[in-house]
């Protein structure tokens, strides 16, 4: 089994920052694939980022370019993402997905990121 924990979440004024954390635990050999997705009340859950372990290849939503910005420790099966200039929009539930080698997936449980004034 695999464990997903996030971390990082809450509270912050619009233009703030916050940084999220996601540690993998459990039965992994490695895991190519290491992503955020995040999901709003009433709408679908929506890829934010995600990073490639064999060449940290990334991803990112439109919404989210040049303001986003995820990184991984291999050593430590984590990813980060680091989020500057939050927008109210940005407000959401925030859930950490991993791949696994063999093509499982696990997902966190999700962070709530809120941004307000």
């Known amino acids: 089994q695999v464990q997903i924990v996030e971390s990082g979440g809450g509270l912050v004024q619009p233009g703030g920052s916050l940084r999220l954390s996601c540690a993998a635990s459990?039965?992994?050999?490695?895991?190519?694939?290491m992503g955020w997705y995040r999901q709003s009340p009433g709408k679908q859950r929506e890829l934010v980022a995600d990073?490639?372990?064999?060449?940290?290849?990334?991803n990112y939503a439109d919404s989210v370019k040049g303001r986003f910005t995820i990184s991984r420790d291999n050593a430590k099966n984590t990813v980060y993402l680091q989020m500057n200039s939050l927008k109210p929009e940005d407000t959401a539930v925030y859930y950490c997905?991993?791949?696994?080698?063999?093509?499982?997936?696990?997902w966190g449980r999700g962070t709530q990121v809120t941004v307000s004034s």
């Open positions: 459990g039965s992994i050999f490695s895991i190519p694939l």
């Open positions: 990073i490639f372990l064999r060449d940290e290849r990334t």
């Open positions: 997905r991993v791949v696994v080698s063999g093509g499982g997936h696990f």
